[in-house]
């Protein structure tokens, strides 16, 4: 599955907020537990966290981050944001950061396919499983869709399993998974190679910074990309 992994409701309850109060909840948390927290938020919230802090305040967050989410963030980050964080993190953290920036500068906004599906929030389990019928053909395989909202924006994601077993008049708001892990067209190949591997994830959706999904990179496109370079 692409779906982040399950069972962190800290970042699942703070994502149903604002950008305020989860400055405010991760002040109340040692370093170490709110970089943890940090890594289970989606990316628009990460980014959006560390453009609203102080460089040398937002560093100290950094620090306790994974290095592959902290990397996707820096990657987010306007040229000069990302340039003072960089230099105010700690040695340890730097290095291994900058090591995955400098793997492969290259963007995975290449390699994006642009083979999804897409859904109302709105739709009923039947509605949904009508469309796939329909338009299933024009796939080369659906194996998950995408839960839009009215602004288009992606909030969620459910598979073809999950949707068999709902009842069918069941909305897609009510069963999809709402936390996904995710990409930009700007992140850096190696980046999300390391959250495929380490989420065990066949895809990942990429999105716009206004939430609005571009398309899906693939293990697969992703795994020949690495071996070349």
Known sequence: SEVRRGGFPIADYLEQTNIDNISHVLRTFTLQRAGEVLDNLNLSYQVEF????????????????????????????????????????????????????????????????????????????????????????????????????????????????????????????KFMRPQLEVASLSTPVSVVWKKLLKYKYYVLPVIDKDRRMLGLVKLDDVSERVTKE
Request: hydrophobic letters at 40%; glycine letters at 4%; proline letters at 5%.
């Open 50 to 173: 560390f453009r609203k802090n102080e460089p040398k305040e937002a560093a100290r967050f950094m620090n306790h981050m994974a290095p592959e989410e902290a990397a996707d963030v820096l990657v987010a980050l306007p040229k000069k944001k990302r340039e003072t964080l960089l230099e105010l993190l700690n040695e340890a953290a730097r290095k291994q950061i900058e090591h995955l920036l400098r793997i492969s500068v290259s963007p995975v906004g290449d390699i994006v396919s642009t083979e999804f599906m897409t859904i109302d929030s709105n739709m009923t389990a039947k509605e949904i499983l009508k469309r796939v019928k329909e338009i299933g053909s024009d796939f080369g395989e659906i194996l998950y869709v995408y839960v839009l909202n009215n602004e288009n924006q992606l909030v969620g994601v459910a598979s073809l399993k999950d949707i068999i077993m709902q009842h069918p008049d069941s909305p897609a708001y």
